[in-house]
């Protein structure tokens, strides 16, 4: 069984930076994309940057030019450098990981940006 496991998420104030990692229990290479996602209070879950098994990656609108998403293949582990927080950007963040035949979640790591 697959496991992802979330960490580095906290409280920051507006303008500050967070990373969070996303550790793997297998080799992340299986994985067609990985990304993050994040629901804020009374909203869906929304995709917030996602990096495919080739290395292409791709963000929402909203984070473009201030989130990277990056990984470490020997350490199976994805990152998401967040810079430039918002207040907007508050939100219960999750690792994605899909194959063709299925759909994995970690468990979240809130994030509160302070204006």
């Known amino acids: 069984q697959v496991q992802l496991v979330e960490s580095g998420g906290g409280l920051v104030q507006a303008g500050g930076s967070l990373r969070l990692s996303c550790a793997a229990s297998?080799?992340?290479?299986?994985?067609?994309?990985m990304g993050w996602y994040r629901q804020a209070p009374g909203k869906q879950r929304e995709l917030v940057a996602r990096?495919?098994?080739?290395?292409?990656?791709n963000y929402a609108d909203s984070v473009k030019g201030r989130f990277t998403i990056s990984r470490d293949i020997a350490k199976n582990t994805v990152y998401l450098q967040m810079n430039s927080l918002k207040s907007e950007d508050t939100a219960v963040y999750y690792c994605?990981?899909?194959?063709?035949?299925?759909?994995?979640w970690g468990q979240g790591t809130q994030v509160t940006v302070s204006s």
């Open positions: 297998t080799n992340i290479l299986i994985f067609k994309t």
């Open positions: 990096i495919t098994r080739d290395g292409t990656t």
């Open positions: 994605n990981a899909e194959t063709y035949a299925s759909a994995y």
